[in-house]
Each structure stands twice: as C-alpha cells, then as structure tokens.
C-alpha cells in the first residue's frame, strides 16, 4: 500500500514537472491576413474580382428586366410574347449559371490565394515559434480558444516577419 501511494505520488509530480515544459503560443490568422501586405493583396484580388463578376451579373440582370417590361406591352402580338417569354427563360437560366459559376470561380481563388499564403507563413511560425521555444502554436480562430493570456500572441510578430519577406 505504501509503496502504490508512493508510485502515484511520483507520477503525479512526474507529469507536474512534464506539464510545466510545456509552452504555448496562439495566432490571429485573420488578423494577419488584414494586417500583412501580402494579406491586404489578396483582399484587393478577391475583391477586384468580386467586383468584376458583379458588373457581368448586372449587365445581364438589366437585359432581364427589360424583357419583363418589353413583355407587359399590351402591343405584343401572341408570337413576339411567346419568343420573348422563352428568351427571358433563357436569360434567367443563363443568370443562374453565371451566378453559380462566379460562386465557384470566387471560391477557388480564394482557397488558391489563401493557401499559398499559408505555406509562406508555417515556416515562418515554425520559425518563431522554435526561436521563442514554444511546444505547440494554436490558431485563435481555428482552434476554439476561449481564453489566453496575450503575452503567448504572436501574431504582430508573425505580420512582421511575412512583411519584412514580402519588401
């Protein structure tokens, strides 16, 4: 009995000892995307392109509207509603893809642009964090943090490393 109460004592100071090794760090990488050039890039891409799709989505969202008006014109005959009702059919049909396709194009682009972001800054991180001798680094956004204590937030660091890369 001794001896078990004695084992267990060990194995708890043992693992006491082992937690206290332990030293972690956390990152913003959303604040690093808003924060670093490279990031504020990436926004003006995605935004540019966003902006683009747009304007295409309207243009033909405006010939839509037109043809809504053109077919409440009590002058129409039969055969001129009917073409022109199939031809709104098609435009809606072609605003839909266009829509979808602009969704998918948006989409990829950004997984594109946000990855090759992502493999310029894990080394980076790994390098501080192995000059700053921390066991693991934690993403705020990703990791479901509640709560950390700043002083493991090294995020201004990581948006001055990618920044002093990026000149």
């Given at each position: 009995?001794?001896?078990?109460?004695i084992?267990?004592?060990?194995?708890?100071?043992?693992?006491?000892?082992?937690?206290?090794?332990?030293?972690?760090?956390?990152?913003?990488?959303?604040e690093?995307?808003?924060?670093?050039?490279?990031?504020?890039?990436?926004?003006?891409?995605?935004?540019?392109?966003?902006?683009?799709?747009?304007?295409?989505?309207?243009?033909?969202?405006?010939?839509?509207?037109?043809?809504?008006?053109?077919?409440?014109?009590?002058?129409?005959n039969?055969?001129?509603?009917?073409?022109?009702?199939?031809?709104?059919?098609?435009?809606?049909?072609?605003?839909?893809?266009?829509?979808?396709?602009?969704?998918?194009?948006?989409?990829?682009?950004?997984?594109?642009?946000?990855?090759?972001?992502?493999?310029?800054?894990?080394?980076?991180?790994?390098?501080?964090?192995?000059?700053?001798g921390?066991?693991?680094?934690?993403?705020?956004?990703?990791?479901?943090?509640?709560?950390?204590?700043?002083?493991?937030?090294?995020?201004?660091?990581?948006?001055?490393?990618?920044?002093?890369?990026?000149?």
């Amino acid at each position: 009995m001794k001896k078990t109460l004695i084992l267990v004592l060990a194995v708890f100071v043992l693992s006491a000892f082992a937690y206290s090794q332990v030293k972690l760090g956390v990152i913003n990488a959303q604040e690093i995307i808003q924060k670093t050039k490279k990031g504020v890039e990436i926004q003006q891409k995605l935004d540019n392109l966003q902006k683009a799709k747009s304007q295409e989505l309207q243009s033909l969202n405006e010939s839509i509207k037109k043809l809504e008006q053109d077919l409440l014109s009590p002058a129409l005959n039969n055969d001129t509603r009917e073409k022109k009702s199939v031809e709104l059919q098609s435009k809606r049909t072609t605003l839909k893809r266009n829509y979808e396709d602009a969704q998918r194009e948006f989409q990829r682009e950004s997984q594109k642009l946000l990855v090759d972001l992502e493999k310029e800054l894990i080394p980076l991180i790994e390098g501080i964090g192995k000059a700053k001798g921390f066991t693991v680094i934690f993403d705020r956004q990703r990791s479901g943090l509640v709560y950390y204590d700043n002083s493991v937030d090294i995020t201004a660091e990581v948006i001055k490393a990618i920044d002093a890369k990026t000149k």
